[in-house]
């Protein structure tokens, strides 16, 4: 079957840095996709890796290891807007562009 | 460059009536993406479009639900003889359907319609 994993609830503290993991287990890979959705409102694209390593912009950061079936997002210098839930999401191989969803993490970012 | 859009924001209807969304793609984009959300829950697929075609449907259920993208105008969601379980926000994303890299083409999500059975 299909999955993606990742932790329910995390809470951090303003100024630090946290790690949000994922793990997925697809049919094929075509690619990962980091989004962030404030309460009520609709997810808004983070970032998108398809080969290992790391990809950075600005305070936000995300690993991708193909052979391990993982990913983190990385949020460094955390402020209380920061806040959200951050979903994880992988495109299958083929040529069907769907994506398939994790459930988020809901990243709590405390004074 | 306007954004992925949506209407209703906000849409109220009793038991047995039809509801019908809206959504624009972004300029450019030929392909769209409906999903439905639950409070505290997570995105769930429902269909995936490309103008006059459905791609993939395998998270639309079979009764009362239909969508198209038709050759002009918006993408339409349509529930037929809503229940209460439809409440829900209804989220509409669209990608520019680039071709070559598919792993890269991106979704933008709509703001939402948040549906109200009563």
């Known amino acids: 079957g299909q999955n993606i994993d990742q932790p329910t609830e995390m809470t951090a503290t303003e100024g630090a840095i946290v790690q949000i993991n994922c793990t997925y287990q697809?049919?094929?890979?075509?690619?990962l996709f980091w989004y962030q959705q404030h309460a009520g409102e609709a997810p808004t694209f983070l970032s998108y890796?398809?080969l290992d390593g790391l990809e950075e912009k600005g305070r936000f950061s995300s690993f991708l290891s193909r052979s391990k079936g993982y990913s983190y997002l990385l949020l460094k210098e955390l402020q209380m807007k920061d806040s959200a839930s951050y979903l994880c999401?992988?495109?299958?191989?083929?040529?069907?562009?769907?994506?398939?969803w994790g459930l988020g993490t809901s990243l709590a970012v405390n004074p | 460059n306007a954004g992925v859009m949506q209407n209703p924001r906000h849409l109220v209807r009793r038991r047995g009536q039809e509801a019908r969304l809206r959504c624009s793609p972004m300029?450019?984009?030929?392909?769209v993406y409906w999903y439905r959300q639950l409070p505290e829950e997570g995105l769930k697929f429902m269909v995936y479009?490309?103008?006059?075609?459905?791609?993939?449907e395998s998270g639309m259920p079979k009764e009362r639900f239909s969508a198209e993208f038709p050759k002009e105008g918006p993408s339409i969601l349509r529930i037929q003889q809503v229940v209460r379980g439809d409440s829900a926000a209804y989220f509409c994303?669209?990608?520019?359907?680039?071709?070559?890299?598919?792993?890269?083409?991106?979704?933008?999500f709509g703001p939402g319609t948040r549906l109200t059975v009563l």
């Open positions: 994303a669209s990608s520019p359907g680039t071709s070559g890299r598919i792993g890269t083409d991106t979704q933008y």
């Open positions: 300029k450019g984009h030929s392909h």
């Open positions: 479009l490309q103008k006059e075609n459905i791609i993939d």
């Open positions: 697809t049919s094929g890979f075509n690619g």
């Open positions: 890796n398809v």
């Open positions: 999401a992988v495109r299958n191989a083929g040529n069907n562009r769907k994506l398939i």
